[in-house]
C-alpha cells in the first residue's frame, strides 16, 4: 500500500517514540480496491496529550474524544488515540470515550469490515480482525459485530452502508441490511442532524447509479425517515406517455443526470415529486393528468430543502429546475416567444435545463417518440445558442437604454407604480423586437402605454 512520505513521517515520529502508528480507515480500504485514497488518518496507543508534544503544530480538534490534526507543513492529519465507546443517547455522538492500548479493539468500534482494516507502513502489514480485506475483494458491506448494535449507536451509519453501495458498487450483506430495516436503527437514524444526511444526499448525488441507494432507502424504510414526500411516487401510474410509474421513471431520470453536477441531480430526483398530488383524470380520453406538477413541486422542493439545511444559491438553483423542466417548446415559436422563454427560466440555465429534459424523456421508457422529442429539445438549444447578437435576452428592464427616471422625466410622473408599469411594458416591447431598445424608440413607446 502507497502511503504519502507525509503520512509515513507521522507514523515514524510515533513509532521513535515507542508508540504504535497504523493508518485507517477509507484509505486503506481504497487502497486495496485500487482507487486513489485520501484522507490519510492515523491511529495510535498514545494518549492526545502525547501527540501534542511530539510535533511542532497540532491543531486540537477533537482532543476531548482523542483526536488532534497534525499539521505536516501546509497539509494536516487526523491522529486519534486508540479508543472505544460508551453508548450513544443522541443516536450519534458517544457518552463517553474510554482510550485504549490495542489497535484491534480501537478496529472493533468501528462501522463496517471494510473500514476496520489498519496498516502499518513501516513494517507493511495489514491488521484485520474481522476479515475486512476479504469483504472488500469480494464487494460486501458487512457490519463490524451486531449490525443492530452499530446502527444503534450511530444513526448515520444507515445512511452510510447505502451511500456506500452507490459510491463503491458493493452490496450490503443480508443481516447488515436486516439490521439498518430495524425500527431501532430507523429511530437512530430520526436523531441525526439534518446537515449530516445533506452531506450523505450529496455523496449519493455523486455516485454513478444514485438509483442503486434510492431503491435501497425505499426498500428498507430509510425513504420515510429521510424523505417521506416521496412514499408517494412509488406505484403512482401514469399516462400513455409512460412506461414506468413516477418513481422508477425518476430513478431512471436520475441516473440519465451527469455525476458532476449534484444540484441537476437533485433536480431530476424531486422533478416529479408533486404528480401524485395533482394526478386527474382527463373527461375525453380518461388518460392520467398531472396539471401543473411542475410548480406544485417547485413549491414542495423548496420546503424539502429547507427542511434539509441547503444553502440558499443551491435551493434556488434546484427549484428552479424542477419549476421549468417540463419544457413546452414547438420547432414552430416565434422569436419573441422563445425569447420569452428565456427571461423566464434564465439564460444561464438554458443548457442544464436541456440536459434534464433529454433526461426526463429517456425516464418515459421505451415509448416511439422518445428519438422525436429529444431532437426537439436538441433543436431548442441550437436556437437558444445561435441567437443572433442583436437579440439579446431582455432579462429585466435593467437592460432597457432608458431606466425610471427617463420615463417620469419623459411623461411627467412621480415616483410609483405607474413608472414600473411602463418599464414592464418596454421590456415586452424589447423582447417582440430588440431592434426597438433605443432612446428614441423607447421613449416614442413609453407615451403610448396605457395607465
Request: net charge negative.
Amino acid at each position: 500500500m502507497q502511503v504519502p512520505e507525509r503520512v509515513r513521517f507521522i507514523c515514524s515520529t510515533l513509532r521513535r517514540a515507542g508508540f504504535e502508528a497504523w493508518v485507517v480507515g477509507g484509505a486503506v480500504r481504497d487502497s486495496i480496491l485500487g482507487r486513489e485514497a485520501h484522507d490519510f488518518d492515523v491511529a495510535t496507543n498514545a494518549l492526545p496529550d502525547r501527540v501534542v508534544r511530539l510535533f511542532s503544530h497540532v491543531i486540537e480538534t477533537g482532543i476531548q474524544h482523542g483526536t488532534v490534526t497534525v499539521m505536516v507543513e501546509d497539509e494536516g492529519f487526523e491522529v486519534t488515540t486508540f479508543r472505544g465507546e460508551g453508548t450513544y443517547s443522541d443516536g450519534r455522538h458517544p457518552d463517553s470515550v474510554e482510550f485504549l492500548d490495542s489497535i484491534t479493539e480501537d478496529l472493533a468500534r468501528r462501522d463496517f469490515t471494510m473500514n476496520a482494516v489498519a496498516y502499518d507502513p513501516l513494517r507493511d502489514t495489514f491488521c484485520d480482525p474481522f476479515d475486512g480485506i476479504a469483504d472488500i475483494r469480494a464487494k460486501i458491506i458487512r457490519a463490524v459485530g451486531i449490525p443492530r448494535d452499530r446502527f444503534q449507536e450511530d444513526g448515520l451509519r444507515v445512511m452510510r452502508a447505502i451511500r456506500f453501495m452507490s459510491t463503491l458498487g458493493f452490496s450490503i450483506e443480508y443481516d447488515t441490511l436486516d439490521g439498518i430495516m430495524h425500527s431501532d436503527s430507523l429511530a437512530s437514524l430520526a436523531k441525526v442532524s439534518v446537515e449530516r444526511v445533506h452531506d450523505e444526499l450529496f455523496k449519493i448525488m455523486e455516485s454513478s447509479c444514485p438509483s442503486r441507494a434510492m431503491d435501497a432507502m425505499r426498500d428498507t424504510g430509510v425513504l420515510g425517515v429521510i424523505l417521506p414526500e416521496m412514499l408517494p411516487m412509488i406505484g403512482c401510474t401514469q399516462n400513455r406517455y409512460h412506461s414506468y410509474d413516477v418513481w422508477t421513471h425518476t430513478m431512471v431520470t436520475l441516473d440519465h443526470c451527469p455525476a458532476d453536477n449534484p444540484i441537476l441531480r437533485f433536480g431530476a430526483l424531486f422533478h416529479d415529486v408533486s404528480k401524485p398530488e395533482v394526478k386527474g383524470v382527463h373527461p375525453v380520453h380518461g388518460d392520467a393528468t398531472f396539471y401543473d406538477h411542475e410548480h406544485v413541486g417547485a413549491k414542495k422542493t423548496d420546503e424539502i430543502l429547507i427542511r434539509l439545511r441547503f444553502s440558499t444559491e443551491d435551493r434556488e438553483r434546484i427549484v428552479n429546475l424542477v419549476r421549468h423542466h417540463f419544457i413546452r417548446y414547438e420547432r414552430g415559436w416565434a422569436a419573441p416567444v422563445l425569447r420569452r422563454w428565456v427571461r423566464k427560466v434564465g439564460l444561464e440555465n438554458v443548457p442544464t435545463l436541456c440536459i434534464l429534459a433529454r433526461a426526463d424523456i429517456a425516464g418515459k421508457g421505451p415509448i416511439a417518440t422518445v428519438g422525436m422529442e429529444t431532437s426537439v429539445i436538441d433543436d431548442l438549444e441550437s436556437r437558444v445558442a445561435n441567437m443572433k447578437l442583436t437579440e439579446v435576452i431582455p432579462t429585466s428592464t435593467k437592460v432597457l437604454v432608458i431606466d425610471g427616471n427617463d420615463v417620469m422625466t419623459h411623461l411627467g410622473l412621480i415616483p410609483g407604480p405607474a413608472v414600473g408599469k411602463v418599464l414592464a411594458a418596454l421590456l415586452e416591447f424589447v423582447t417582440d423586437d430588440p431592434e426597438c431598445n433605443t432612446r428614441e424608440s423607447l421613449l416614442t413607446l413609453a407615451s403610448e402605454v396605457q395607465l
